[in-house]
């Protein structure tokens, strides 16, 4: 039955400007086109302030092996942001935690395959103190790291990280330095 779960093709919320939904696509097919819809990222951080990074699976349809933030996808039509980020993290991580919004923003990030992420992102956040049961499916690895060598890493290696992780996480770094 899981086999047959994941053949079913995820749909997209599409939204305007000002996230208002205005339809629903297949997510694939939002990605060719580049069509503006809603999705989510979630940041997890340990009592040391580290945030969890992931390195994708090494098998996805795009940017497999690259580091991102701890997690990130679309909500499902109805599904409230912090809905959607708890299961997606469950999903992905293994693990479930309380999630806050933070900040929102539109974003552009065109791949090498052709396809392009535009979208309405919320960001997610939340701690935890335990090791993740990663999906191998999804994830290759996952590390905690400062967000101060996070900022440098990205500085001297952008190529080991997705291309949307680093526009999030700049706005992040941003935001956790403008309300501190």
Not at 5 to 25: A, F, H, P, R, S
Not at 44 to 65: C, T, V, W
Not at 96 to 102: F, H, I, M, R, T
Not at 161 to 170: G, L, M, Q
Request: proline share 3%; hydrophobic share 40%.
């Amino acid at each position: 039955m899981l086999f047959l779960l994941n053949m079913i093709e995820e749909n997209v919320i599409l939204v305007d400007e000002n996230n208002k939904q205005i339809g629903i696509m297949p997510k694939m097919e939002a990605h060719e086109k580049a069509v503006l819809h809603r999705a989510f990222s979630v940041f997890i951080f340990n009592a040391k302030n580290e945030l969890m990074l992931q390195q994708r699976a090494l098998d996805k349809y795009h940017s497999p092996g690259l580091w991102t933030n701890t997690c990130c996808s679309h909500q499902r039509d109805g599904e409230s942001n912090v809905e959607a980020g708890k299961r997606r993290l469950e999903e992905e991580m293994g693990f479930c935690v309380d999630l806050v919004e933070s900040i929102s923003f539109i974003y552009k990030a065109p791949f090498d395959n052709g396809l392009t992420e535009h979208e309405f992102d919320h960001v997610l956040i939340g701690t935890y103190e335990g090791s993740p049961k990663i999906n191998r499916a999804e994830v290759a690895d996952w590390k905690w790291m400062p967000l101060e060598d996070v900022k440098a890493d990205i500085a001297e290696h952008p190529e080991l990280y997705t291309a949307w992780f680093k526009v999030i996480f700049d706005k992040f770094y941003e935001y956790i330095n403008i309300n501190s």
